[in-house]
């Protein structure tokens, strides 16, 4: 495995690097020169993620570890924990190889959940602006939910989440009916996107739920009562 | 793995002749039914719907047993609803994970349908006793 | 006195009481009963009336937390219990035979709470069982009625962290959902 300027990949060694060499076929992604390195890797995998082909990918922060990626197992591997997860890497160098969809796995072990990684690289990449393959006013709505328990989130991830749970929303709609922060409104679009959860749609109608943030609540504010309970 | 109760050949002709007993001591039984601890019938006389009301039992049972255990006050020996048109009265199998739950139409006095019952569950108990 | 009714459903071996465990700020009432049926799930007993944990909010207000017996022949428990409760935390064993038919069906019975957003899924033992995948679980739900959404969690119910996400989550989506409704209601009046 090799990347664009030759460099072996066989130097990069650790409990989570291939078990064995392969052959060299690479990608050089496309640089958006923005200071952070995830930018150009969230651009890649979401690329590649469109082309749906079975692929490995090393992502290679600067100073720090390699991160494969299984893509067909939707698993990744690094010998570092998450709390360890470099938020603006100056670059991040990128490896792809393509693999038969049915190939035997090359690593040791099972991995992490890839949706793990995703939604970090979706939270750090484009500062908050939204991603590139993203156009202004489309409207989203979740396919399916993210792993919660697994991910490191906020409670107000939970709310927004919950929100285009229930109605297609635009960022700016999201942001105005969850009452957040627009930026961490688009953080959280970029990620939910690269995770490939939300159904994009254009030009419907704005949903009430814009109008009403929060008005009704048949339960009487019992959600805030018991998150008070839990010291939440 | 032992073959549960309810399956057991020898245990479910001893608990149905137990049955005709207690039918043959009380002319006001209604239907009774002998149950595994966690609700599956193990001999019945007819006049119910069996297995739901068999999984009822058990659950009533169990209940009968938190309240009991939640006031500390031994384990539950017996459970009564008397009702304007029967009683149910249901017990545990002494040393055994069943329970017998039977009901009597009124006619019959609440002391002598549970002093029957009693006696149904404690024959049952010494029979079980020599094959379990 | 303020009641919030949580139900915890799913097939026998789910983890339903632990999940309560986890959660309750009481000791559990457990209603176990020895287990005949150890060719279904090999476990030495099981709950055949309810479970029930509590947690205090004030001196009028409980969440009370129920958890009802797998099996389908205690049905009537759950019947007894579905009509006061906010929402359900179903909880599925990976390793169950088959856990996407079990998630139908209990879809199903519970359909009610289903269309007011008060079902989230908690899959447990999927460390041991490593498929169905969770996108297996909202693919099925996708199939069996579109339109709704229902978060799918990978748990362990022995973890309180989790548990407590996973039951903020079924509030709050329920909460979002009604008020949605609520504003297309007073759009459409």
Redo the contacts between chains.
């Keep these: 495995m090799t990347d664009a300027s030759g460099k072996s990949l066989e130097t990069v060694t650790g409990d989570d690097a291939p078990a064995e060499g392969t052959p060299p076929v690479s990608t050089p992604a496309p640089t958006l020169h923005s200071g952070n390195g995830w930018d150009d890797a969230a651009l890649a995998l979401h690329s590649i993620q469109q082309m749906n082909a079975p692929m490995l990918v090393m992502l290679e922060p600067e100073g720090c570890p390699p991160v494969y990626i299984d893509l067909p197992r939707r698993a990744f591997h690094w010998r570092s924990a998450m709390e360890e997860f470099p938020l603006e890497p100056s670059s991040v160098r990128i490896v792809t190889e393509a693999v038969a969809v049915d190939a035997p796995t090359r690593f040791r072990s099972a991995g992490r959940s890839l949706d793990k990684l995703l939604w970090a690289i979706g939270q750090s990449a484009f500062q908050g602006n939204p991603a590139p393959w993203l156009r202004p006013g489309e409207r989203y709505r979740l396919t399916s939910w993210p792993n919660f328990t697994e991910l490191n989130h906020t409670f107000d991830h939970m709310r927004m989440t919950a929100h285009i749970g229930n109605a297609p929303l635009s960022a700016s709609e999201l942001a105005a009916a969850a009452t957040s922060d627009p930026t961490a409104v688009q953080r959280m679009i970029n990620a939910y996107s690269l995770l490939g959860i939300l159904k994009v749609s254009e030009g419907s109608p704005a949903t009430p739920a814009i109008n009403a943030p929060d008005q009704t609540k048949p339960t009487g504010g019992f959600l805030a009562r018991l998150r008070s309970r839990w010291g939440l | 793995?032992t073959e549960?109760?309810?399956r057991n050949a020898a245990v479910i002709l001893h608990g149905a002749e137990a049955l005709e007993e207690l039918r043959s001591a009380c002319r006001s039984l209604i239907y009774a039914t002998l149950i595994?601890?966690?609700?599956?019938e193990v001999s019945g006389l007819i006049g119910t719907q069996h297995?739901?009301m068999?999984?009822?039992a058990?659950?009533?049972?169990?209940?009968g047993?938190?309240v009991a255990r939640?006031l500390k006050i031994g384990t539950s020996e017996y459970i009564i609803i008397a009702s304007e048109l029967g009683h149910v009265i249901q017990l545990r199998i002494p040393g055994q994970?069943l329970v017998l739950s039977a009901l009597f139409g009124t006619e019959e006095t609440l002391g002598k349908a549970l002093s029957t019952a009693r006696s149904s569950a404690s024959r049952v108990s010494e029979v079980l006793i020599g094959i379990h | 006195m303020a009641e919030h009714v949580i139900l915890f459903a799913g097939p026998m071996g789910a983890g339903k009481s632990t999940a309560i465990r986890s959660l309750s700020e009481i000791e559990v009432v457990a209603t176990e009963a020895g287990n005949s049926d150890r060719e279904s799930v090999d476990k030495p007993t099981t709950t055949v009336a309810l479970d029930y944990g509590e947690i205090t909010l004030g001196d009028d207000e409980k969440v009370r937390l129920y958890g009802i017996p797998g099996q389908r022949r205690f049905d009537f428990m759950w019947e007894i219990l579905k009509d006061r409760a906010v929402g359900m935390v179903l909880l599925i064993n990976n390793d169950s035979p088959d856990p996407l038919l079990q998630l139908r069906e209990f879809l199903d019975y519970f359909a009610d709470l289903y269309s007011r957003g008060g079902i989230v899924v908690a899959v447990t033992r999927s460390d041991i069982a490593r498929t169905p995948k969770l996108a297996e679980y909202s693919a099925a739900i996708a199939a069996h009625t579109p339109d709704m959404i229902i978060p799918v969690f990978s748990v362990d119910a022995r973890n309180t962290e989790q548990m407590r996400t996973t039951l903020i989550t079924l509030i709050l989506n329920v909460e979002t959902r009604a008020a949605i409704i609520g504003a297309e209601t007073l759009k459409n009046d």
């Design positions: 793995m549960p109760l309810h595994t601890d966690d609700g599956f297995n739901r068999a999984s009822m058990s659950s009533m049972q169990a209940l047993d938190a939640e994970p």
